[in-house]
């Protein structure tokens, strides 16, 4: 018998297949390639993008030389613009505004085929360094209410660069999904005063079954509600709504289980294309951070099975969480190397 | 300018790039589907489905044999089983029931025929009036919630190999997520306003103009305002109902011939794209479970198609936040041009 289940934060329903579970050779995944080409992110190419906003350089470089580690530039086509008001009108019966907002690139690496995986601990935390000062500076701008910081890796994962690459998107608005999110944990902490992610973390941490990984800060799960097969979910243990506010000694610990939790993907799904999205509470006070605990999301991109969920809300998962995390777990340890 | 849009009923926000729109002729078809299987739609292959639960077949011809027009069988691999409870339980914070409903694939055709779009009309009203027919069996089982009704078409849409026109239909014990937004949506607005917010939206699209395809027989196919995907086109019977299974026979027609121009328009212009559609209509009114009393005057059903040109796919479903790199707009007028 296959299970329903609710995801608690956003009352989602989503059906599990625990009676003929889907074993990891049974996806047909469009494997993630590098074609190569001319490619501006790569060291040498700087000024075929636009300037860069910020980077990690040797002393002495000039912005838009070689000597970088960490690159942000402005998207080339950007979904929104920075410059420009919001405008809020209505069209009849239906409300628009211009298309204000910031779209940034984050080049974690100058080499061109090296997955997260394949960088130092001290490269990764280097790039996650950049992701908040990079969400730190575009706090100060009093129009955005949210910034979305995601990754594309691979071409079906709708990576339109394979050079490795993170965007973010400063929204003037809250995302929907993310809006619910908040609602569903503002709404938990209300009545019990508790946050809801820390009661899944404390009972994802007695039932072991869907823990992947985990070290002194992080937790990385198979969460109970999954949407897609093999979609993990790393949860910092500390209480925190924002992903700026980690202390110091966090970073490590993050680096290293996100480098740990694509060699175990990648051990199991070679050349797995893959999407992952920080989700963290919203900036200049438009929604109530109260009760919410920044995570990131991280879903490999197996399945193709598309339309029927965008049109129901409804997901099908064809390996159950708990199945998957056993997978997960039992990668040799001589694959994490 | 970008334009940020809002869709009136769910509330999403949907970027419309126009800076960096393509043209509509720059969508290139995705991914090849490997090869195809031998297919057990076919007429002659009955024995490879499981018994048929439902046919179109002359009087006094046999159960899974040949000499069908339109076929119903249990899915091979469904995801909900019928039989059993629904045993809804907690496990500390979490919840679950069993996974009971009903998976059922409409065979459309006898013949190994691709696209819907290239049956007959006359196929595509006894389409129609099966799925009529399944939704209201369904509905005596009062375990279930809800049927949706959809199709998958191409690879890239999450079709399987075999390249048989057929939809499919899931009768579940609750109400999809996406289906509950638009209900509540659409009844706030009847809340305030006392009309349907379907009515009003056909009302100023066919003022407009810009964003219909077609508006023929008391049907119209529009590209929604805040659409989320290139080409997205929804279908609206221009006369109010919420009830999909409502439909006489002869909007049954009319149905089969604005769905099969629409679909023709996308297969021709942008040389048969993979889609999805969707059928939104009301939920089974079960007294007990309390629904509100405007629902017939407050929802309207339609089809919703989405064809999948766009593989930005893992962080619009994580987010709830999509970028669509074409205006409505071009891809109406695009659609419009394009003659069938």
Same mark, same amino acid.
């Given at each position: 018998m296959s299970e329903l289940r609710r995801d608690p934060i956003g009352g989602r329903w989503v059906i599990v297949d625990t009676d003929h579970p889907n074993k990891p050779e049974d996806y047909e995944y469009e494997p993630q390639a590098y074609k190569g080409g001319n490619c501006p992110f790569c060291y040498g190419n700087e000024t075929q993008t636009p300037p860069e906003i910020e980077a990690i350089r040797e002393p002495g470089t000039a912005p838009n030389t070689p000597g970088w580690q960490v690159r942000v530039v402005p998207n080339k086509f950007p979904a929104l613009q920075i410059e420009g008001d919001l405008d809020r009108h209505g069209v009849g019966m239906y409300d628009m505004t211009n298309g204000v907002g910031a779209h940034e690139v984050c080049v974690e690496t100058p080499y061109h085929e090296k997955d997260i995986c394949d960088l130092t601990q001290g490269e990764i935390e280097?790039?996650? !360094?950049?992701?908040?000062?990079?969400?730190?500076?575009?706090?100060?701008?009093?129009?955005?209410?949210?910034?979305?910081?995601?990754?594309?890796? !691979? =071409?079906? =994962? !709708? =990576?339109s660069m394979e050079h490795p690459h993170t965007q973010l998107i400063a929204l003037p608005m809250v995302p929907k999904n993310v809006a619910e999110e908040i609602k569903g944990a503002h709404e938990y902490f209300e009545y019990r005063e508790r946050c809801i992610f820390c009661d899944i973390i404390r009972q994802e941490t007695q039932e072991k079954e869907r823990i992947v990984v985990e070290n002194k800060y992080f937790l990385a799960f198979c969460p109970f509600v999954s949407r897609f097969p093999f979609e993990l979910w790393i949860m910092p243990k500390k209480h925190n709504g924002k992903f700026c506010h980690m202390s110091p000694e966090e970073v490590p610990a993050l680096a290293s289980i996100l480098k740990e939790i694509?060699?175990?993907?990648?051990?199991?799904? +070679?050349?797995? +294309?893959?999407?992952?999205?920080l989700h963290s509470a919203p900036i200049n006070g438009d929604a109530s951070g109260d009760g919410y605990h920044w995570h990131i999301e991280f879903m490999p991109k197996l399945t193709r099975v598309a339309g029927f969920e965008w049109g129901s809300g409804f997901y099908v998962v064809a390996t159950p969480p708990e199945l998957a995390a056993k997978y997960l777990r039992e990668v040799p340890q001589d694959a994490l190397k | 300018m970008p334009e940020l849009r809002k869709d009136p009923i769910i509330g999403r926000w949907v970027i419309i790039a126009t800076e960096r729109a393509k043209r509509p002729d720059q969508f290139a078809g995705t991914q090849d589907a490997p090869s195809e299987k031998a297919c057990p739609f076919c007429e002659g292959h009955e024995d490879q489905t499981p018994p048929e639960i439902y046919a179109l077949r002359p009087k006094g011809s046999t159960k899974n044999s040949p000499g069908w027009d339109l076929r119903v069988v249990p899915s091979i691999a469904p995801f909900l089983m019928i039989e059993g409870e629904q045993d809804r339980r907690g496990k500390g914070l979490y919840d679950?029931?069993?996974?009971? &409903? %009903?998976?059922?694939?409409?065979?459309?055709?006898?013949?190994?025929v691709d696209n819907i779009s290239d049956l007959s009309e006359e196929q595509i009203t006894k389409v129609i009036s099966c799925y009529i027919d399944r939704i209201n069996d369904l509905e005596k089982d009062k375990r279930f919630k809800y049927v949706l009704v959809f199709k998958n078409h191409g690879w890239a849409a999450g079709a399987g190999r075999l390249k048989h026109t057929r939809s499919q239909l899931i009768a579940i014990p609750i109400n999809p997520k996406r289906v509950k937004e638009e209900l509540v949506g659409a009844r706030n607005y009847y809340d305030y306003h006392e009309r349907c917010i379907f009515c009003d939206m056909i009302k100023q699209e066919l003022d407009t103009k810009s964003r219909v395809i077609l508006d023929i027989d008391g049907f119209v196919?529009? %590209?929604?305002?805040?659409?989320?995907?290139?080409?997205?086109? #929804?279908?609206?019977? @221009?006369?109010?109902?919420?009830?999909?299974? @409502?439909?006489?026979?002869?909007?049954?027609?009319?149905?089969?011939?604005?769905?099969?121009?629409?679909?023709?328009? $996308?297969?021709? &212009? $942008?040389?048969?794209?993979?889609?999805?559609?969707?059928?939104?209509?009301?939920?089974?009114? *079960?007294?007990? $479970? &309390?629904? #509100? @009393?405007?629902?017939?005057?407050?929802?309207? #059903?339609?089809?919703?198609?989405?064809? *999948?040109?766009? *593989?930005?796919? &893992?962080?619009e479903w994580g987010t709830g936040f999509y970028i669509c790199p074409l205006p409505p707009e071009n891809a109406a007028e695009f659609l419009r041009g394009v003659q069938v």
């Open positions: 280097n790039f996650i !360094g950049m992701y908040c000062r990079r969400i730190n500076d575009l706090i100060k701008d009093k129009r955005f209410k949210y910034v979305m910081l995601f990754k594309n890796f !691979g =071409a079906s =994962a !709708g =990576a694509i060699l175990r993907l990648k051990s199991i799904f +070679p050349h797995l +294309p893959y999407n992952f999205i | 679950l029931m069993n996974g009971i &409903g %009903a998976h059922e694939i409409i065979i459309e055709t006898d013949e190994h196919a529009v %590209a929604p305002f805040a659409s989320r995907f290139p080409f997205e086109t #929804w279908i609206l019977p @221009k006369k109010h109902s919420s009830d999909f299974t @409502k439909m006489d026979p002869n909007s049954r027609a009319m149905l089969a011939k604005i769905l099969k121009m629409t679909l023709a328009k $996308l297969k021709k &212009g $942008l040389n048969d794209p993979p889609y999805n559609f969707v059928i939104h209509t009301t939920p089974f009114k *079960r007294q007990k $479970l &309390g629904y #509100w @009393k405007s629902i017939d005057n407050d929802y309207h #059903w339609h089809i919703e198609i989405m064809p *999948r040109l766009t *593989r930005v796919a &893992g962080f």
